[in-house]
Nanobody, 115 residues
């Protein structure tokens, strides 16, 4: 399995940008699916984006056109660039990695978007 540590969250005004990072405890070269999820207060965790080992990406409708997921296998890190942030993007953002059929999670990083 793998340990994941998210960073880069914070407080930003609506329309601003943030880049989240997810550092893995070991090489992610062989990890096919890595993704980002978020959970707002009182709501269920929802999927935001994922990236495969080959670089293919997919996004939730709420993220399309505003968020970009990328991975740097040399640094064992996955990123989520978030632009044009909205108050409804406020949530704890979690990184995930699917290893041998199990989904590994980080502790999350808080993103707060003020109006």
């Amino acid at each position: 399995q793998v340990q994941l540590v998210e960073s880069g969250g914070g407080l930003v005004q609506a329309g601003g940008s943030l880049t989240l990072s997810c550092a893995a405890s070991r090489s992610i070269f062989s990890i096919n699916a890595m993704g980002w999820y978020r959970q707002a207060p009182g709501k269920q965790r929802e999927w935001v984006a994922y990236i495969t080992s080959g670089g293919s990406t997919n996004y939730a409708d709420s993220a399309k056109g505003r968020f970009t997921i990328s991975r740097d296998n040399a640094k064992n890190t996955v990123f989520l660039q978030m632009n044009s942030l909205k108050p409804e993007d406020t949530a704890v953002y979690f990184c995930s990695a699917d290893v041998r059929g199990l989904r590994n999670w980080g502790e999350g990083t808080q993103v707060t978007v003020s109006s």
